[in-house]
């Protein structure tokens, strides 16, 4: 072969190369597997801390509803007020407690969690602190609205935590966790409340919610970072003002006190999403699919049962057997018990459920990667396993209640053990 014809060979050989190259960069992208950042930079305890300290700020929601109903009788006395009205309280409560979440909680996927947090304490911390000191009933029912704008939006701030920084295939065993910081309120509020209405007076029942929402507001702006993910990614982007917590601040000051100099890190910080007006009325799309709409129907028919007990429950007991507040208190304890035991068990039911249905999301994925690259290639590959689909496998009907909906579950587990106890009292008496 001459000199000419094996330059022309090599540069054939080259062209064919770069052709295949190039057949290789513009197929679909889509349909090939690529190398992905991690979900998130927080570690698995660091993960847990966070979900504990949401946790606990959840609990207030509930708490502050429950702790309140062993004093209904002794509010209406010293107000000179009916319980009727007193019960009004409640359900204000109750509405405020449906509209605020929706509103809040879109503000919070703008401008992030951690300013959220601070405002929705700031405001549950006033309320608290003019309902121990008010003297009227009008002022009573509006501070009862402002505490429940401020408790009612931390449930949904926690599960929205828990969204930015697990994966689908481990968040519903986080989800358990974060449950189980409401679901220890309906027990632990009512024996708190009684024991407050009977040795102190009912006001310090809120003069108790104002300090232990003071302790909480300082340790989320000490210790909870921004989780959204609109703002800080994965993590790995740094925040500015409110996002950042006093703790960060407080390194990256340590840091750059020792190094010298400034960092320059908050050049690339990304702007924040301008807020725009919330629309709450979205969120009640939500009912029109045919997925949720099931779900959240059984839930509200267990919810108003459960609401319309649990108010009730206490002024009963206190009217007919001449309870005292403590002893009212202390029937509350079955249904925390309940719905505490529901939430342990749901993200132990939960996890292999969600993992199962990755399984069969990577298993797909590798099958279609598979084809892609055979019609480019004759090389063979190893056979994919694909696991089957959760749908297409039988599940037991209330197994597959418990994975979808956790409160319907709770609400179950409540309504089959307590009864047994209240019964008990009641024949006692």
Known sequence: ????????????????????????????????????????????????????????ASIYSPLSSFIYYPALTAVANDLNTTLSKVNLTITSYMVVSGVAPMILGSIADQLGRRPVYLLVFFMYILANVGLALQTSYPALLLLRMLQSAG??????????????????????????????????????????????????????????????????????????????????????????GLNKSILILWREKKNTLSSGQQTGASENVPQVANLRIPNPIRSISILLSKDTAPIILINAVFY?????????????????????????GLIYIPFGVGCFIASL???????????????????????????RYSRMTTTALPPVKVFPRPATTPLNPKRSLSLYSTPVYEAWFTCSLSPHFVFSLMAGS
């Open 304 to 328: 108003t049962a459960y609401s319309c007990l649990q108010a009730s429950l206490s002024s009963l007991f206190i009217n007919i057997y001449g309870y005292k507040e403590l002893e009212a």
């Open 345 to 371: 068990l749901s993200s132990k039911l939960r996890h292999p459920f969600e993992l199962s249905q990755n399984l069969s999301r990577i298993g797909t994925d590798a099958v279609r990667h598979k084809e």
């Open 151 to 240: 408790g009612s939006a931390t449930i949904g701030l926690g599960y929205g935590v828990v969204g930015d920084i697990t994966q689908p295939s481990e968040r519903g065993a986080y989800m358990g966790i974060l449950g189980c910081g409401p679901n220890v309120a309906p027990s632990l509020g009512p024996v708190l409340g009684g024991v407050l209405a009977q040795k102190a007076g009912w006001r310090w029942i809120f003069g108790f919610l104002a300090i232990s929402g003071a302790l909480s507001l300082v340790l989320i702006a000490v210790k909870l970072p921004e989780t959204a993910r609109n703002i800080v990614g994965n993590g790995s982007r740094p925040s500015i």
């Open 1 to 56: 072969m001459s000199e000419k014809e094996t330059r022309l060979s090599g540069l054939q050989i080259a062209e064919s190369s770069e052709e295949t190259n190039a057949k290789f960069e513009n197929a679909d992208n889509d349909d090939l597997p690529v190398v992905e950042t991690p979900y998130t930079i927080f570690t698995k305890s660091q993960k847990l801390g966070l979900i504990l300290l949401v946790a606990l």
